[in-house]
């Protein structure tokens, strides 16, 4: 059984402040690596995507993967209350997107 | 930018009833995805799309499902006869490439009573 497992919050951090987000996934064969964003009673928004090894930076967010302890974050710098959502880790091997139950994060202003 | 969309965003629906589910995808995407999620619970996969053709499903989508692209622009997922437990809010997805970054829709809410 594929799975993908994350912490499910809340997470609260002061607003400005760094969050931090992590995500396991047992699927050794899983080769893509997805961040989406989900407000309370809203679609998945697509945040980032990693395929390598390493971080990878797109403004306030970096994604960052190690395959070898099959592990994903995802960082967010200077935290903004409209950042205070679920965020939903997926991963995928070629398969159907596998998605975690998302750790809910509250940026205290 | 494009998006994807969703029709309708709401439907209430009694037991053993088809339901229609539409979505059209982002025009030039040729992947196409069906998931669900029951309140407070995973986003799950139902089925993909390529080619007109299912490429992949899932063990929920079983012989009640079916899903369809009746034209160049529309993709529909129908259930034939309803549960109470296919209450649910079903998100169609789009992308460019085969498991790739995948876009989606605002959802539909579908109320089985």
């Given amino acids: 059984q594929k799975e993908v497992e994350q912490n499910s919050g809340p997470l609260s951090v002061p607003e400005g402040a760094i969050a931090s987000l992590n995500c396991t996934y047992s699927d050794r064969g899983s080769q893509s690596f997805f961040w989406y964003r989900q407000y309370s009673g809203k679609s998945p928004e697509l945040i980032m995507s990693i395929y390598s090894n390493g971080d990878k930076e797109d403004g306030r967010f970096t994604a960052q993967l190690n395959k070898a302890s099959q592990y994903v974050s995802l960082l967010i710098r200077d935290s903004q209350p409209s950042d205070s959502a679920t965020y939903l880790c997926a991963a995928s091997g070629n398969t159907p997107l596998v998605f975690g139950k998302g750790t809910r994060l509250s940026v205290i202003a | ?113």
């Fill in chain 2, 1 to 113: 930018e494009p998006e994807v969309t969703q029709t309708p965003s709401h439907q209430v629906t009694q037991m053993g009833q088809e339901v229609i589910l539409r979505c059209v995808p982002i025009s030039n995407h040729l992947y196409f995805y069906w998931y669900r999620q029951i309140l407070g619970q995973k986003v799950e996969f139902l089925v993909s799309f390529y080619n007109n053709e299912i490429s992949e499903k899932s063990e929920i989508f079983d012989d009640q499902f079916s899903v369809e692209r009746p034209d160049g622009s529309n993709f529909t997922l129908k259930i034939r006869s309803t549960k109470l437990e296919d209450s649910a809010m079903y998100f169609c997805a789009s992308g460019t490439g085969v498991w790739d970054e995948q876009y989606f829709g605002p959802g539909t809410r579908l109320t089985v009573t």
